[in-house]
């Protein structure tokens, strides 16, 4: 799901800019297939072809365009979001300053990119006329190596588009939120097949405007993220700040617990006391529950103690600390896919099993005896799928 509802003018964004080195495209091989001898002279013109359908005006007044319409568009999204709350703002006619401002800003960065593919384009085009001419290639085999050089800069040019739009569509919206009095957004991602785990993780975590090192949507090239106003502690805001605050209990108690001698006795008890404070000593915790950290950090050491007590062995806890930090998973995968992952194996003392958690892929192997988790590690999509066939 979209949740900004742009992808048509997405497409249309990266259809006008994949135009661009088409039509050079076109022209380069017209001039190749004219019968002209092909040198050096040859080929700086083709690179001054290339400059004139990726750097000149045509490129900057489609940036122009699109960043127009996406600011509006983030705007009216933002503008939707506070409705909610019962919050409206006027939309003047016209931009102000600031707004105009900062939409150069946006602008300029697009056609800095944009010029640098250019540059990065005439010197692979350079490059493979040059080695084909260097390898007596007929026109054919040249017009091939053109043909895969504008190919990639399509591509290129078509990641540029998506990404810059949502830089472009975000900054509205967080202009209008900021507008509004509001301190706090929770970020808000396309949860589907495509998304990868860093946005997954991100979803629907909250942080302040005022931070200037809080994360913002785009995260990567292609990153389809928004982000939404927090206001009031609704049951979906709770639900974020409850998920970040157990997030946060697991690492710090996989850290605890990861790091006791295997051979050495501690009590529950002194394992929740050195959770507790770690927690209460955490800024991201105390930044999401305000007030609330202390109380909070006692009873959520608590249930989580007995969660590693009741779900993982200590084994299981030390590969999470040495081998998951590494791998990029935590004990919260391993708790998903132990609890609804696929059966892979069912043996005599244990159980195996693999799925996803939040765009990874993991193997676990559980007890029979207590149903703790034994060992976890991380596996490929390809090795998720032919496990559940072989199963």
Not at 359 to 377: C, F, M, N, P, Q
């Amino acid at each position: 799901m979209d949740p900004t509802r742009t992808k048509i003018l997405r497409e249309e964004f990266v259809k006008a800019l994949k135009k661009l080195p088409e039509s050079a495209r076109q022209e380069i091989i017209e001039a190749l297939s004219s019968g002209t001898e092909i040198n050096e002279a040859t080929i700086e013109e083709m690179k001054q072809i290339l400059s004139k359908h990726l750097a000149g005006d045509k490129v900057e007044q489609i940036l122009s365009h699109f960043t127009i319409l996406f600011w509006n568009r983030g705007a009216e999204f933002a503008n939707r979001q506070l409705k909610r709350y019962g919050i409206t703002i006027e939309i003047p006619p016209h931009l102000s300053i600031l707004e105009n401002e900062t939409l150069t800003h946006l602008k300029n960065m697009q056609l800095d990119l944009i010029k640098g593919l250019s540059e990065e384009t005439k010197k692979a085009l350079a490059f493979q006329l040059r080695e084909g001419l260097i390898k007596g290639e007929s026109i054919p085999k040249l017009t091939e190596r053109v043909k895969n050089v504008i190919n990639d800069t399509k591509w290129k040019a078509e990641r540029i588009a998506r990404t810059e739009s949502m830089r472009v569509f975000n900054t509205a919206a967080e202009d209008r939120y900021k507008k509004a009095g509001v301190r706090k957004y929770r970020i808000l991602e396309a949860i589907d097949e495509r998304t990868c785990r860093t946005c997954i993780i991100y979803h629907n975590k909250i942080y302040r405007f005022d931070d200037p090192s809080a994360p913002r949507p785009p995260f990567h090239p292609n990153c389809r993220g928004t982000i939404v106003p927090v206001i009031v502690e609704d049951p979906e805001v709770r639900r974020s700040i409850n998920q970040e605050s157990r997030e946060i209990a697991f690492d710090k108690a996989t850290e605890i617990i990861g790091k006791i001698d295997p051979r050495k006795f501690v009590s529950d008890e002194e394992n929740i006391t050195r959770l507790a404070t770690m927690l209460k000593q955490d800024v991201r915790f105390r930044e999401l529950l305000g007030s609330k950290a202390s109380d909070t950090a006692k009873k959520l050491a608590i249930e989580t103690i007995e969660t590693f007590k009741r779900e993982f062995t200590h084994h299981a806890i030390i590969q999470a600390l040495e081998r998951g930090k590494k791998e990029g998973y935590n004990l919260i995968d391993v708790l998903k896919v132990k609890k609804r992952g696929r059966i892979i194996r069912d043996l005599k003392r244990e159980i195996h099993k693999a799925g996803k958690s939040r765009g990874i892929y993991l193997y676990v192997i559980e007890s029979k005896k207590d149903g703790r988790a034994i060992t976890h590690w991380k596996i490929t999509e390809n090795k998720y799928r032919k496990l559940v066939k072989e199963g």
